[in-house]
Structures are given as C-alpha cells and as structure tokens.
C-alpha cells in the first residue's frame, strides 16, 4: 500500500515538474501582460494602496521604457562609431603602406644617385673633388664620402681644409651609427 501512495506521489510530482519546466521555458512569455493596466485596476479603484501601487509601477514602466530606448539609442551610435574607425583605420593603413612603398622608391632612387655619383667621384682627382665636396651640404658630402673608395676618401679629406674636414668627419660618423 505505501508503495503505491508513493508511486502515485511520485507521478504527481514528475507531471508537476513538467509543468514547472515547461513555464520557465515559455517564461519569458508569462511576463508579458496580458491585460491593460486600465482594466486590471477596474476593480481596485476604491483601494488607494493598489492605486498608488500602480502609480509607481506604470513611473518605474516608463522609466524603463526610455531607459531602453536610450540604450538602444547608445547602442547605435557605438555601432556607428566603430564602423567609423574600423573604415579610417582600414584607410590609415593603406596609407601607411603607401608611404613606405614611397619612401623606399625614394631611398632607392637616391642610393641610385649616389652611387653614379661616387663613381663620378672615385673618377675626379683629389683636389678637385674637394673642391666640389667642399660646397656640398655636410649631409650629402659626408654621404659620398663614406662610401667612395677608402684611399680615394682619405686624399679628398686630405685636400679640404681641416675645419670642413672636421665637420664631414661627424657626419661620416653619424651615417655609420645609423647603419648599424
């Protein structure tokens, strides 16, 4: 006998965990009202605390309401703003990578130069392309110093007058830092 009370018992409670499973899995829809707020106080009007009640229910709903949209509102424009940068930086880096692609046809182009240049150089006797380094900017003289032939460069520093010797030599020394 109280095997089959708690069998029946037992059938119960599963049909009532059913239920149970079935409510949270539809919950969302059981919160939703299914009345208007008019017609659930029709009959509670008489009772100022179920009217206050309400009151601040139907405040707290509006609140919540523009606090949404507000959201929704925020929402947009972080979505808009971050299509914004994506696209600038997208745009950023291909300008970079043109910049880059540039400067290293410039630097090209220039080491091209400069070794017509030396070769010009290499060429000259030693007084006479002192002559000309000597008016060159430091920069680009020192330049084409260090790269001509060593005892080409030591008979053209030989023949520039020790201060501007001076002054190349630095350079010279500042394009070696950098190289390594």
Not at 27 to 51: I, K, Y
Request: aromatic share 4%.
């Amino acid at each position: 006998m109280r095997r089959s009370i708690f069998s029946i018992l037992g059938g119960v409670l599963v049909l009532a965990s059913a239920g149970q499973a079935v409510m949270l899995i539809d919950g969302s829809s059981r919160l939703v009202a299914n009345a208007e707020p008019s017609e659930l106080m029709a009959g509670c009007t008489d009772v100022p605390e179920a009217v206050a009640l309400a009151e601040v229910l139907k405040d707290r709903t509006l609140r919540v309401d523009r606090y949404m949209q507000e959201l929704d509102r925020k929402k947009a424009e972080i979505a808009f703003a971050e299509k914004q940068l994506t696209e600038k930086l997208v745009e950023l880096r291909k300008l970079k990578q043109q910049g880059t692609q540039r400067n290293a046809g410039q630097r090209q182009a220039q080491n091209e130069d400069i070794a017509r240049l030396i070769a010009v150089y290499d060429q000259m006797k030693p007084e006479q392309a002192a002559m000309v380094i000597s008016n060159l900017p430091p920069d680009f003289a020192a330049q084409i110093l260090a790269r001509v032939q060593p005892e080409t460069g030591a008979r053209i520093m030989a023949s520039v007058e020790p201060g501007q010797a001076a002054v190349l030599t630095s350079y010279m020394g500042a394009i070696r830092a950098v190289e390594k």
